[in-house]
């Protein structure tokens, strides 16, 4: 199995790549959503990455339409609905699988080495989306969009944080600072 560094990945605008031009920082992955009720922590993110960029964090944002078509957008419609909207500047890829048969090997193995994701209430979010009547994915596969995955500068996944968490919660940015200063 090939490392995090190592996965062929694609930027939004369709340029080939791989994490490992971020080898040796604190990544924070997250799969994104443009039409989707927790939408609004693009900016929290956005501001998250102005904070501690110069620390060594880098946001990744990954869209995804995995979870109640609430990303339908082209590549380039979510580029500029991000840019645009909530003055995004933290690196987007293109939009990949988190679940199902089709989840692109990046988020294979995020869910292989952080199996629960961390949340101050196990289960309530769980039980908010099937109460909107929604099929919540069973663990250990992405419960929705905003689920986040901090990565550590050695390449290892260091913790995994339920969507409804938001990246200003202590649960988020603790998990970032031990990573940093590690």
């Excluded at 959503?33 to 501690?52: D, V």
């Excluded at 419609?77 to 840019?83: H, K, R």
């Amino acid at each position: 199995m090939a490392n995090l560094y190592e996965i062929p990945l694609n930027k939004i605008t369709g340029e080939s790549t791989t994490l490992g031009e971020y080898r040796g920082k604190v990544m924070l992955i997250v799969n994104v959503a443009s039409k989707c009720g927790l939408t609004p922590q693009y900016e929290a993110l956005e501001k998250l990455y102005e904070l501690k960029h110069g620390e060594g964090l880098e946001v990744l944002g990954f869209p995804a339409n995995d979870f109640a078509g609430q990303e339908p957008g082209t590549n380039e419609e979510i580029a500029t609905f991000c840019t645009g909207t909530f003055g995004v500047k933290f690196p987007m890829f293109q939009k990949i699988a988190v679940t199902g048969a089709e989840t692109h090997p990046l988020y294979q193995q995020l869910i292989a080495a952080q199996p629960k994701a961390a949340t101050p209430e196990p289960g309530a979010f769980r039980t908010k989306l099937v109460g909107y009547g929604l099929n919540a994915n069973p663990e250990p596969g992405i419960l929705w969009n905003f689920e986040k995955f901090v990565v550590g500068r050695d390449g290892s996944v260091v913790a995994r944080i339920s969507p409804e968490v938001a990246p200003d919660d202590p649960l988020v940015t603790g998990a970032i600072e031990a990573a940093l200063k590690a």
